[in-house]
C-alpha cells in the first residue's frame, strides 16, 4: 500500500476535484513507484498525476489562472495547487493517452486521448513505472504486477522489450539508469533486447541521451548502471568486443573504444563512483585521452575541436565543453614534476589552470591511481592536493590582474608609451611575485619596473 500521509494533501485534493468532475484521476509514475519502495523515506517529489479529463477539461476545473499549458499537444499541463501555508504546488496532469506509431524510433508520430487507464499504463516503459494510485478512494492500479517487480528489484519492461525499445531507443537508456537509481537488476528479456535496439538508441536526439546520461552520472552508484553500458549488451560471459555492440558505442564511441576488458571496465566504474558529481563526467571521458594519442591525435588535440566533438556527443553547454576539452588534453602530472611542486614552480602552476580545472586534473588522476591500485601515485596527488589547498588558501597573486601595480599606473609612472613593452614587464613583475609573494608591494614593484627598464636598456 502507498502510505496516505505521505501524500501531499493538495496532490489528493487535486485528485479529488477532477474524480467530482467526472474523471478518474491518479498519482502515477515515479512518485507512486517511490512510496511503495521506501515508504518511510519521503523520496517522492514529483507528484504527477494521469486523468481521463482531456486538456481543456483540466483547464475548465482548476481555472485558467492557476494552468501552465506545458505540453497541451502531450497531453500535459501543470496545475499551481494551493498549499496550506506554501507556495502553490506545481502539479503534472497528464490525459489518458496512447501512442500510436513510432516509426522513427523516437517518438510517436501521433498521441490520441483514451479514457482507459490500463492502456496509459501500458504504453509506460517499465512496470515499476506503470502503476496508478487513487489517494481518495485508496485504490491501487497495477496491471502489470510492478509491485512484484519492486520486490524481486528487477527493472522489465511493460510487454515486448524487443517492440517497446523498437519504439523508443531512450528506454535502453532509461532502464541502465533506473537500474542504478534504484539499485536493481535488469530482468533477462529486457537485458537480451538491448542488442537488437543498439540502432534505434542511434537516432534518439542527443540531448535525450545526455539528461539519462547525467541522471545515471548523479547516483550512489552510477557502476550499477555504467557496467550494463559498457559489458557486451548479450550478457554472455565471454567478452567478444569487436562483436557485441555495446550501449556506451553508441553514446560515447570514442570511450569505448578505449574500455575493451574487464578490467578497464573496473577502472574506470570505480574511479568514476569515487569522484563527486561534477568531476564523473570528466572520469567517463577520460579514456579519451589514449584516444587522442591513437586514431584521433592528427585533428583532436586542439581544446576547440575536441569541443566541438563532445558537442556532437553531448550537446553540453559551451563553458561545460571547454572544461572538459581542457581536461582532457591539458599534460597530466607527472611523478617528476610533482616533486618540483613547492613554493614558486607551484603557484606557476596555480596561474597556468583555472581552479575547477587544476582540481579536476588532480583527483581525477588520484581516481584512476586508486582504481588501478596504485595508491602509492594516489597518495602523493592527495599530498598534491592538499598542498595546492594550502597554497591557495594564502591567496596569492597568481595573474597580472592580482599585482599592486596596474598597467595604467606603470605607463603614467614610467612615461612609457603604450606598447608590447607594457605587457613585457607585467610578465615579468608576474614572475618576481610569483617567486616570492611578499614583493606584491606598489612601491616595491615600481622600483623593479625602473631597474628592469634600466637593465635592459629599454629607452623609449
Ligand atoms: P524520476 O524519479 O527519475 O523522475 P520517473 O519514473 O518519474 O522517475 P520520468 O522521466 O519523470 O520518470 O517519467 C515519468 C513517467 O512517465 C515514468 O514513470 C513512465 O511511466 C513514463 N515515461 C517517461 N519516459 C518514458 C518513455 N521514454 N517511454 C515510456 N514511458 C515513459
Ligand atoms: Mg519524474
Keep these: 500500500m502507498v502510505p496516505a500521509h505521505r501524500i501531499p494533501p493538495e496532490v489528493t485534493l487535486a485528485c479529488r476535484r477532477l474524480q467530482e468532475a ?35 477539461q483540466v483547464i475548465a476545473i482548476f481555472g485558467r489562472s492557476k494552468v501552465i499549458p506545458t505540453g497541451i ?31 522513427d524510433g523516437r517518438r510517436p508520430d501521433r498521441i490520441e486521448f483514451i479514457t482507459d487507464l490500463v492502456e496509459d499504463l501500458r504504453r509506460r516503459d517499465f512496470t515499476v513505472n506503470a502503476i496508478a494510485w487513487d489517494p481518495v478512494r485508496q485504490l491501487l492500479v497495477d496491471p502489470f504486477d510492478g509491485q512484484g517487480d519492486l520486490q524481486r528489484k528487477r527493472i522489465c519492461a ?80 565471454h567478452l567478444r568486443w ?24 573496473d577502472v574506470l566504474c570505480a574511479a568514476i563512483e569515487s569522484l ?65 611542486m613547492h613554493g614558486p614552480t607551484l603557484r606557476r ?17 588520484r581516481a584512476f591511481a586508486q582504481a588501478e591500485g596504485d595508491l602509492l601515485w594516489a597518495a602523493r596527488l592527495s599530498q598534491l592536493l592538499d598542498r595546492v589547498c594550502d597554497e591557495r588558501a594564502k591567496n596569492p597573486p597568481l595573474q597580472i590582474a592580482d599585482l599592486a601595480i596596474s598597467g595604467k599606473d606603470l605607463l603614467r609612472e614610467l612615461a612609457l608609451p603604450p606598447g608590447p613593452l607594457l605587457g613585457e614587464l607585467l610578465r615579468e613583475l608576474l614572475s618576481v611575485v610569483l617567486d616570492d609573494p611578499a614583493q606584491n608591494d606598489r612601491a616595491v614593484l615600481l622600483d623593479r619596473a625602473k631597474n628592469l627598464l634600466s637593465q635592459r636598456n629599454f629607452r623609449h
Design 242 to 265: 569487436s562483436h557485441d555492440g555495446n550501449i556506451l558505442q553508441v553514446v560515447l564511441p570514442e570511450v569505448a573504444h578505449e574500455v575493451q576488458s574487464v578490467q578497464a571496465v
Design 73 to 103: 499537444a502531450h497531453g500535459t499541463v501543470t496545475v499551481l495547487c494551493e498549499r496550506h501555508g506554501g507556495k502553490p504546488h506545481p502539479i503534472e496532469i497528464t490525459t489518458f493517452r496512447g501512442e500510436v506509431g513510432f516509426s
Design 276 to 340: 563527486p558529481c561534477a568531476l564523473r563526467l570528466g572520469a567517463l571521458l577520460w579514456p579519451m585521452r589514449r584516444w587522442l594519442l591513437g586514431a584521433g591525435a592528427q585533428v583532436l588535440t586542439v581544446p576547440k575541436a575536441l569541443a566541438e566533438l563532445l558537442d556532437e556527443r553531448l550537446k553540453l553547454p559551451s563553458s561545460d565543453r571547454q572544461h572538459l576539452a581542457t581536461l582532457l588534453t591539458m599534460p597530466v602530472m607527472s611523478p617528476k614534476q610533482l616533486d618540483l
Design 158 to 237: 511493460v510487454g515486448d522489450p524487443v517492440a517497446r525499445f523498437a519504439e523508443d531507443g531512450l528506454r535502453v537508456m532509461r532502464a541502465v539508469r533506473f537500474a542504478a537509481q534504484l539499485g536493481f537488476v535488469v530482468d533477462a528479456a529486457t537485458r537480451q533486447a538491448f542488442v537488437g535496439a543498439l540502432p534505434t538508441l542511434r537516432k534518439v536526439s542527443r540531448e535525450r541521451i545526455r539528461d539519462e546520461l547525467l541522471k545515471l552520472l548523479a547516483q550512489s552508484q552510477p557502476s550499477l548502471g555504467l557496467r550494463l553500458m559498457l559489458l557486451p549488451t548479450d550478457g554472455s560471459p
Design 22 to 56: 467526472g474523471f478518474p484521476a491518479y498519482v502515477v509514475g515515479g512518485a507512486v513507484r517511490d512510496l511503495l519502495r521506501c515508504p518511510d523515506e519521503s523520496t517522492a517529489k514529483d507528484f504527477d498525476l494521469t486523468t481521463a479529463a482531456t486538456p481543456e
Design 349 to 365: 602552476l596555480l596561474g597556468t589552470y583555472s581552479e575547477a580545472t587544476l582540481d579536476a586534473l588532480l583527483r581525477t588522476q
